[in-house]
T-cell receptor, first 112, second 115 residues
Framework: QKEVEQNSGPLSVPEGAIASLNCTYS??????FFWYRQYSGKSPELIMS????GDKEDGRFTAQLNKASQYVSLLIRDSQPSDSATYLC????????????FGSGTRLSIRP | KAGVTQTPRYLIKTRGQQVTLSCSPI?????VSWYQQTPGQGLQFLFE???????NKGNFPGRFSGRQFSNSRSEMNVSTLELGDSALYLC??????????????FGSGTRLTVV
């Protein structure tokens, strides 16, 4: 079982709609979770971090964490064509909190 | 503030050779991690260094090694290159000190092609 799992997509969402990206993790003791965005040919860029159960909002982005269900999600409101990218979910294992393990990423395409 | 700097950007090597990649972290960041990214395997963790000590290691063969210097700059070495080592190698730095992770800032990567 992979430590962090994501649906690889592609996920196609119309411009202006809400894009919902999901991720599950296997290490129940994990404390820190991250969402990175990676444009084609570029390196990953940190867009959200979340450490506590519940929602965390930053502009059009909302990260959600449910530790009981071992589930992390990212919502992008008012999706724009510039949001088209691969979104990587990541978490830090309980045994190695300074190490970050990435999921395989979900490709998101925003159609005009 | 300068970002994470990786050199070189591109490398072409022959099977059996060795290669050294360099990474300069963001000023003040003491944690440096290395990742291998391939289309099939995604981002795979290689190792993490903090204050010149390897703190975490991924599941890569011993041909992959690294080190960190007193100024936090890090190098990664791959010996006896194989075709399967062709990948984008990403370095990332973090301001974390203790157990919690604050997330990484990535460099632009080194694209290694083994022929």
């Amino acid at each position: 079982q992979k430590e962090v799992e994501q649906n690889s997509g592609p996920l196609s969402v119309p411009e202006g709609a809400i894009a919902s990206l999901n991720c599950t993790y296997s290490d129940r003791g994990s404390q820190s979770f991250f969402w990175y965005r990676q444009y084609s040919g570029k390196s990953p860029e940190l867009i959200m971090s979340i450490y506590s159960n519940g929602d965390k909002e930053d502009g059009r982005f909302t990260a959600q964490l449910n530790k009981a269900s071992q589930y992390v999600s990212l919502l992008i409101r008012d999706s724009q064509p510039s949001d088209s990218a691969t979104y990587l979910c990541a978490g830090s294992p309980y045994s190695s909190a300074s190490k970050i393990i990435f999921g395989s990423g979900t490709r998101l395409s925003i159609r005009p | 503030k300068a970002g994470v700097t990786q050199t070189p950007r591109y490398l072409i090597k022959t099977r059996g050779q060795q290669v050294t990649l360099s990474c300069s972290p963001i000023s003040g960041h003491r944690s440096v991690s290395w990742y291998q990214q391939t289309p099939g395997q995604g981002l795979q963790f290689l190792f993490e260094y903090f204050s010149e000590t390897q703190r975490n290691k991924g599941n890569f063969p011993g041909r992959f090694s690294g080190r960190q210097f007193s100024n936090s700059r890090s190098e990664m070495n791959v010996s006896t290159l194989e075709l399967g080592d062709s990948a984008l190698y990403l370095c990332a730095s973090s301001a974390q000190t203790g157990g919690s992770s604050y997330g990484y800032t990535f460099g632009s990567g080194t694209r290694l092609t083994v022929v």
